[in-house]
């Protein structure tokens, strides 16, 4: 009888240390997942971040002409071309 109480009371006392054991790893494991749902969220954040200011940056370029140099060959089919070329280019 008496075995037969300890076994019982051995058993019940597995069963209590697994599920405090099985309720502490879940609670670990959720909070890692918030803690990485945390860090995705703040990468994401920075990302944007970093776009934007690019894009700003971007914008805030100042716009070049474009450098289109006159041809220097001189033929006299395009003289006239290169000589208006030349007026709108100063």
């Known amino acids: 009888m008496i075995g037969s109480l300890n076994l019982k009371t051995l058993r019940w ?7 405090g054991i099985g ?4 609670r670990s494991h959720v ?3 918030k803690q990485h749902a945390i860090e995705h969220k703040y990468h994401q954040q920075q990302v ?5 200011k690019a ?3 971007r914008s805030k370029e100042p716009l070049q ?6 041809s220097l ?3 006299a089919d395009n003289l006239e071309a290169y000589l ?5 280019g100063a």
């Open 48 to 52: 944007l971040i970093e776009d934007a």
């Open 55 to 57: 894009a700003y940056a």
């Open 73 to 75: 060959t001189l033929d």
């Open 23 to 26: 309720w502490f790893e879940y």
């Open 84 to 88: 208006a070329r030349l007026e709108k």
């Open 65 to 70: 002409p474009p450098t289109e140099s006159p």
């Open 13 to 19: 006392s597995a069963l209590a240390a697994g599920l």
């Open 31 to 33: 909070k890692n997942e």
